[in-house]
């Protein structure tokens, strides 16, 4: 099963940016479909953006400010997150499902996840 490890969380001031990475340890990352999810305190995990080969996909909360793309060859999927704001701050989890099913936005549908890295962003 692949292990993912994130890294790149911190804390920013509103308006900032931060780089997520996600890094695979096994090489059947290129057959899977890759998603970043958030969770803060006291909510539900939420559906933040997925990417396969030539999909991508994004919460509209988002859209226009993140952008998530790949590295096949360095088993790494990337979170780009520009004009960050408060309720931006959340644990950024990366999560990894089967190329063969379709790219979702349910957390149920992904069976592999990383420990997550935390994100905050002061006003």
């Known amino acids: 099963q692949v292990q993912l490890v994130e890294s790149g969380g911190g804390v920013v001031q509103a308006g900032g940016s931060l780089r997520l990475s996600c890094t695979a340890s096994?090489?059947?990352?290129?057959?899977?479909?890759m998603a970043w999810f958030r969770q803060a305190p006291g909510k539900e995990r939420e559906f933040v953006a997925a990417i396969g080969w030539s999909m991508k996909y994004y919460a509209n909360s988002v859209k226009d400010r993140f952008t998530i793309s790949r590295d096949n060859a360095k088993n790494t999927v990337y979170l780009q997150m520009t004009n960050l704001k408060p309720e931006d701050t959340a644990v950024y989890y990366c999560?990894?499902?089967?190329?063969?099913?379709?790219?979702?936005?349910?957390?149920?549908?992904?069976?592999?996840w990383g420990q997550g890295t935390q994100v905050t962003v002061s006003s």
């Open positions: 999560a990894a499902k089967s190329s063969l099913e379709r790219i979702t936005d349910t957390d149920k549908d992904y069976n592999n």
């Open positions: 096994e090489r059947t990352f290129s057959n899977s479909h």
